[in-house]
């Protein structure tokens, strides 16, 4: 085997050699490097190389790094490749300090401008990081002559910077990076990747490569600014880029934004970046790789390390302790744990479901396997196994780690449930491991749900992102006499809480029915709807990126354009479907008089998942179901002959995927609704829409996708005989149906409130929808979803989640 | 410990300069109203007692030129941001020499000055809006490219994005800020049109606070030791309902400010002054 020496600059200016086979990937090289540095959070960096033009090109670690150098030195430079937004959120201190190391050379050479103030406190940082305290013996003026803190540095900034110094005293070296980055964080000009082009009349513009999308400056002057939920495809052609807007509130159509690159490889450049960026910063998971054509033209380049998100989980798993690295100048030991810096990378790896390759626990995309699964199976059913079992093997390792994580979280009720749902399952192993990893992935997607708490968190969620639909019921009981058992099942657990104060309590058991849809991109091969099979996890694969060479366009669907209910997609997009329920008992909540302003605690919600996934997985070979609503007799109907209910629910099914909710809702009225007492008739009017309204406040801002809210209010004026003999007879007192729309998402909320005896009971039943395509983690859109109504009933519990998920195999490739 | 882009709205100084006579017959305006002299001065005399007394700025003023009649409106001769002053190159020919004595009181303060010696650009202060994370600048009759990306050189720390404004002398006819991260909007389509552009040039997410009348949203945000959120607005008599948005901020010293004469020449609350804050942050 071939041997090369590969040279690699490392940020702090030293030369690190390692000898590679001459066909080895860049991920080799780019391993060594991480392991010679001692680096675990990797996923932010990224190894560079000049071109035969002297342009900086990223490393593709998925492909051999002969086939990308060419001719050019076997010399590689390792650097920040995405800047992360808040280096607070970095796990280790090694991290951020080669985040530092990086930021100063930004600043230096002035790719990063600062004013003069900020140069000289961000440089009295970086002395107070390498040197530590100011010492007045030793660091006399010129002690700082080794350091550059600015492009142009004068006398009078060193000098600023020296006074700066002695007023960080008793600083540690990670706190003064931290401080460092606080600052350095805050420049407009962080981490924007900037690119030169020409506007379409020709005029020198830049663009800027960020975190939150493209910039457009002219000079130094922002022009325009394109973020990411705004863009719908990133494309080039020749040496040609261009980006397809979504639509504003005003426009109609999409409309594109070309600009001219000096050359081909520079538009290409310019497209990689944005589709790394996009999906590093702005989805959950990569994308899932385009199935190989028997003609592909253009580039199929997709990212395939591990996005923000997931690096970011996986980061959460690191334990060691805090490696001793030594900072340059001083060769000060940074805080040192004595003894050697020790790695364990256990965790890490197998989160990664590695295991026994550990270089390849980041980039599975070369896998040889896959390839071939891919190769051998081209009938009718591949495209879905194939997904499914990429999925389970991504995520099969990682499964068990995760749960018994959540485990000690103690949010264990719904556990019974996955197992009952196990035991159930006539499955093969593989199955019961694939079921297992979804379980864990929805769990997590519900712990987990924000990493970044953001009033709009929701709404960025689901941008672009599947079809869901949640309906969400609430149920509450106000007490005036002791509760009577056997109302139905949910007494059980509320009599068990009657509050001492008596009389204005009202028990609120909330039932929350989620149904998902999703838009596959392209899956390739046509399977009856029937029987297609479900998959969960189909965005989990890592993608088979190949990127040849020699094309000369490529496409990109940043967000694929998506309707609010999409009738439309589902005639014109190939869809999978799948479905889960889960129903819950939680304890009940106490409020007052107030049936209607409902919440539930935030403990039950979480648990949701777990029951819900089981369905999901259930539903492989039956599209259509909902279990009924009994907590525990839900699990093995997807064998059984359906029970009067369970018919009910197949036959809502369709309505749900086209998103009509009033049809539901009387279905589901019979269920709820009981009455025997004399009519006693009132009528409050409850504007969910109004705390929608509330959470975006008046004053919300750019990318908040509502676009408009219908109300629509349905009250029943005659009370109504339940038809389900759910034991106690109540009377109706109001049922109202909301439905408030946006983008992408459609949430109908329906609420009815009876009279039982002395009780009165709420139920809220809340449908939403979210359409977009396998862009996006549905179950991360799915526990937001969940968390989102539970935010808005925060007194209320969820008895009941049900996912159903969509997604058409299409005949062919678009 | 020293932080950047800390501290939105301290200040401790304020530049104002006194109304020429001139003022009433030759300042430019858009309306072609009359203007009672006497009514300025007393417009005038009220903001800076409310600056010296209710407010406890050190007040710096600069006597009247004559030469000058706009040279009240400080603000559109200057921009101040942390310890840099950007003197301004006026897009209106008679308004040029108002710098003059601006720059020397400003460099007496000890601010490092940046001058525009560009004779191709122009900037106004009215058109610069500061948010405390970046600026807008306004292109208008008054402020050019060239001007903006002059502004962008000199605060290198914040990106500098640009508005066209329509219909109006300058992107603060219209706009400014009301408290940290909250822009003061009025409703016009221009208004409206302007603050889109805003929130989709930003990284960051503003709150609004729409007004009903324009020349309303142009107020004076502080926040003062012992005092807080400080307000500076209009009176309920020019503008009853834009008043009322404003009482409507509790947490805020609301503080109204007579401004109706003034008005007439295109004044607004904060073209009066230049606010300093000389507090060393870092």
């Known amino acids: 085997m071939k041997m090369v020496v590969c040279h690699v600059t490392l940020l702090d200016g030293s030369q690190f050699s390692c000898e590679v086979e001459k066909r080895a990937k860049g991920q080799y090289l780019f391993f060594q490097v991480c392991d010679h540095l001692n680096l675990l959070e990797k996923d932010y960096f990224g190894l560079s190389f000049k071109d035969n033009a002297e342009q900086r090109c990223w490393l593709d670690v998925t492909k051999e790094i002969k086939r990308q150098i060419r001719n050019s030195q076997w010399q590689f430079v390792f650097s920040v490749k995405f800047y992360p937004p808040d280096p607070s959120q970095l796990t280790e201190d090694i991290t951020r300090y080669l985040l530092c190391l990086q930021l100063r050379q930004d600043i230096a050479s002035g790719r990063l401008p600062c004013s003069f103030v900020t140069h000289a406190l961000l440089g009295s940082y970086t002395l107070q990081g390498e040197l530590g305290d100011h010492d007045p013996e030793e660091h006399r003026l010129d002690y700082i002559s080794d350091f550059q803190f600015a492009p142009n540095q004068t006398k009078e900034l060193e000098e600023k910077v020296v006074e700066l110094h002695k007023s960080h005293r008793g600083m540690t070296p990670a706190q003064a990076d931290a401080q460092f980055l606080e600052n350095a964080k805050k420049l407009s000009m962080y981490g924007v990747d900037l690119h030169h082009a020409k506007d379409s009349e020709g005029v020198d513009i830049m663009l800027g490569v960020c975190s939150n999308g493209l910039l457009i400056y002219k000079d130094r002057l922002r022009i325009n600014r394109f973020a990411w939920p705004k863009i719908l495809k990133i494309s080039y052609k020749r040496s040609n880029f261009y980006i397809k807007i979504r639509p504003g509130e005003a426009e109609q159509f999409e409309s594109t934004v070309g600009f001219k690159l000096p050359n081909h490889r520079a538009a290409k450049r310019v497209w990689k970046v944005c589709v790394e960026h996009h999906t590093f910063f702005r989805l959950v998971s990569p994308e899932q790789p385009t199935k190989t054509k028997f003609l592909t033209l253009g580039s199929k380049f997709r990212y395939s390390g591990r996005t923000q998100a997931q690096t970011r989980q996986a980061s959460s798993l690191i334990d060691r302790p805090a490696p001793a690295f030594q900072r340059t100048s001083s060769k000060r030991i940074s805080r040192s744990l004595d003894g050697a810096p020790v790695v364990n990378v256990s965790d890490y790896s197998q989160a990664d479901g590695a295991g026994e390759n550990s270089p390849a626990l980041e980039l599975n995309s070369d896998s040889k396997s896959q390839q071939v699964e891919v190769m051998e199976r081209p009938n009718a059913d591949a495209a879905t196994s194939i997904t499914s079992e990429t999925a389970f093997e991504t995520d099969g390792a990682g499964a068990p780690q995760r749960k018994s994580k959540l485990r000690v979280q103690g949010e264990n009720i719904y556990v019974r449930h996955s197992n009952l749902m196990l035991e159930d399952l006539d499955k093969t192993q593989e199955d019961v491991l694939k079921h297992q990893a979804s379980i864990s992935e929805l769990k997590r997607s519900f712990m987990e749900a924000t990493p970044e708490p953001r009033p709009s968190q929701w709404d960025k969620h689901l941008t672009g992102s599947p079809a869901t639909t949640l309906r969400l019921q609430t149920h509450g009981v106000p007490q005036n006499t002791p509760p009577r058992p056997g109302t139905d099942s949910r007494d059980a657990s509320k009599s068990a809480e009657v509050k001492p104060e008596g009389n204005e309590v009202i028990e609120v058991v909330e039932e929350t029915v989620v149904i998902e849809e999703v838009v596959k991109a392209k899956p390739k091969s046509s399977t009856p709807e029937a029987s297609v099979p479900v998959e969960t996890e189909v965005k989990e694969e890592r993608s088979l990126s190949s990127d040849s060479e020699s094309e000369d366009e490529a496409e990109y669907h940043a967000q694929p354009p998506s309707t609010s209910i999409s009738t439309q997609q589902i005639k014109e997009e190939p869809e999978e479907e799948q479905e889960a329920e889960l129903s819950q008992q939680a304890p009940p909540s106490a409020i007052e008089s107030q049936p209607s302003a409902e919440a539930a605690d935030p403990g039950p919600a979480a648990e949701e998942e777990k029951a819900a996934q089981p369905h999901e997985e259930e539903r492989t070979d039956k599209p259509l179901l909902t279990p009924d609503e009994a907590p525990n007799g839900h699990a093995p109907q997807g064998e059984a002959p359906p029970s009067p209910q369970t018919a009910a629910a197949d036959e809502e099914e369709p309505h749900i995927v086209n998103g009509s909710a009033s049809r539901v809702e009387t279905e589901h009225l019979p269920q709820v609704i009981c009455c025997s007492e004399p009519p006693v008739v009132k009528t409050e009017m409850v504007t969910i829409s109004d705390t929608f309204a509330a959470q975006k406040t008046e004053i919300s801002t750019k990318e908040v996708p509502i676009v408009h809210t219908e109300t629509k209010t349905i009250t029943y004026e005659a009370a109504q005989l339940d038809g389900n003999g759910d034991g106690e007879p109540g009377v109706l007192m109001t049922a109202q149906t909301i439905t408030s729309e946006s983008l992408c998402t459609t949430t109908t909320t329906h609420i009815t409130k009876t009279l039982k005896g002395g009780q009165s009971e709420t139920r809220i039943e809340k449908r939403i929808v979210i359409t977009g395509d396998s862009d996006i983690d549905h179950d991360q859109a799915l526990a937001q979803a969940i968390k989102e109504a539970k935010e808005q009933h925060p007194d209320m519990s969820v008895t009941r989640v049900v996912v159903h998920k969509e997604t058409e195999l299409a005949e062919d490739e678009d | ?282």
């Open chain 2, 1 to 282: 410990m020293a932080e950047l882009m800390s501290g939105f709205g301290c200040f401790t100084h304020a530049m104002v300069r006194a109304v020429p006579q001139s003022l009433a017959r030759d300042a430019l305006r858009s309306g072609g109203l009359e203007v009672d002299l006497l009514k300025v001065q007393e417009e005038y005399e009220e903001y800076v007692s409310v600056l010296k007394h209710r407010l406890g700025l050190e007040v710096l003023e600069l006597p009247a030129d004559e030469a000058l009649p706009d040279c009240v409106f400080v603000e559109d001769a200057a921009v101040v941001c942390g310890d840099t002053a950007l003197v301004c190159r006026p897009g209106a020919q008679s308004r040029r020499r108002e710098t003059e004595a601006v720059k020397a009181a400003l460099t007496e303060l000890g601010l490092n000055i940046v001058e525009m010696t560009d004779e191709s650009a122009t900037l106004e202060g009215g058109d610069v809006l500061f948010t405390g994370r970046e600026f807008f600048v306004g292109l208008s009759k008054r402020t050019n490219q060239r001007g903006a990306e002059i502004l962008a050189d000199t605060f290198k720390d914040y990106a500098v994005s640009t508005v066209p404004v329509q219909d109006a002398l300058h992107l603060k006819s219209f706009c400014s800020m009301a408290g940290p991260g909250l822009i003061a909007i009025g409703s016009s389509e221009a208004a409206q049109k302007a603050l889109k552009i805003m929130q989709q040039m930003s990284d960051h997410r503003y709150d609004k606070l729409t007004l009903p009348d324009d020349s309303a949203a142009n107020c004076i945000y502080m926040n003062l030791p012992s005092k807080g959120d400080v307000l500076l607005h209009c009176t309920p008599e020019e503008f009853p309902e834009s008043a009322q948005v404003f009482e409507k901020l509790k947490d805020h010293m609301l503080i109204p400010v007579t401004n109706q004469e003034k008005a007439k020449v295109d004044g607004g609350l904060t073209c009066c002054s230049v606010l300093i804050n000389m507090k060393k942050n870092i």
